[in-house]
């Protein structure tokens, strides 16, 4: 049976595990650095891509290739390529397709390190870029450039959870001759599948949802097509930012229980919602699934649940925000999501407190915007502690 004919939830149990000689259910753990060859003639038919094989591990390893054969099978991709973290995988794209006098059309609402690359190592290497709410696709059409080569986009945004048109803005990429590269973080492949909406690469940080458990950081590339694979993975061997073999194999034992933990955090999320919506000192509540979320209808049709994140603002600006960090309890005062325990941030005071205030103000963050990433704990004992910090 094909894992492809699998219901998602046997698929995430399956995927990637392919018959090992030794009858290993579990992919074992492949702790080396470097193989041997059976003979010369052998090790130069593996380097002359002749027959298949390992050779060193930054080129390819067993234990990694099962994880990045599952991520891919789950996205619906060609293959997946792991690196040590998801600004990797998303540095590692950038650094394949664009070359100096290029363009990029970037949501303004991403991970904030993101915004630091482009703006920084990719600037200086006379690449440009413009910022935009990519939920609105009149703006994305709109900064689009006869030099502009890549889209990329985070939808939901982080952290504003501002959701982006994928069919949409694929069309817009491709009629300019451009790719569309997605961070499929905040929902995972079991909630939304960006490349059957027309994406051209997905990029997760495999340290949140698909790890899930807080204890790896990681990243992967999932392109759709064989080419965009081959000259992603020749820039991966040569700068090396690829992904540890006992961090793969983490990786992979956290995908099992992928779509258990995730329907766990969308409960919990919405009933969380729900109750913040109504709370006299929050003044506004996002999340996708949310009724009242201004783009409720979009966020149903294009993926099958919230997720576990959830942002809203505090009636209180920036003081009521650090307030409530420091009164929350079982809440864990961290940045990072998508574990199996719930955390909290505040943004404008962490994670977007070097970012300049226009610009944060530009991206929708607003100084009382606080980010919840919900997790597997009882709902009603998450909610009496967000009471307790409000």
Known sequence: MSHKDLDMKSRCVHAGIEPEPKGAVVPPI??????????????????????????????????IEAMERAVADLEGGYDGMACSSGMAAIHTVLATFLHAGDHVVSSESVYGPVTSLLNTVMARLGIETTFVDSSNTAAVAAAIR???????????????LVVTDLAA??????????????????????????????????????????????????????????ADYKAIRATLSLVGSTLGPHDAFLVHRGLKTLCLRMARSCENALKIAEWLDAHPAVEWVRYPYLASDPQHELSRRQAKGGGGVVSFG?????????????????????????????????????????????????????DGLVRISVGIEDADELIADLERGL
């Open 30 to 63: 492949y702790q080396t650095s470097t193989f041997s060859f059976k003979s010369a003639a052998h090790g130069a038919a593996l380097f002359q891509g002749k027959e298949k094989g390992y050779i060193y591990t930054r080129l390819g390893n067993p234990t």
């Open 169 to 226: 803005v694929a069309a817009l990429a491709h009629k300019a001759g451009a790719r569309l590269m997605v961070d499929n973080t905040f929902l995972s492949p079991v909630l939304q599948q960006p490349l059957a909406l027309g994406a051209d690469i997905v990029i997760h940080s495999l340290t949140k949802f698909i790890n899930g458990h807080a204890d790896v950081v990681g990243g992967i590339i999932v392109p759709k097509t064989e």
């Open 314 to 366: 505090l009636n209180g600006g920036f003081k009521a925000g650090v307030k409530m960090m420091e009164s929350v309890e079982l809440f864990a005062l961290a940045v990072s999501l998508g574990g199996v325990e719930s955390l909290i941030q505040h943004p404008a005071s962490m994670t977007h407190a070097n970012m300049k205030p226009e610009l944060r103000e530009q991206a929708g963050i607003s």
């Open 146 to 160: 006869p030099e502009t080569k890549l889209i990329h986009v985070e939808t939901p945004g982080n952290p504003t």
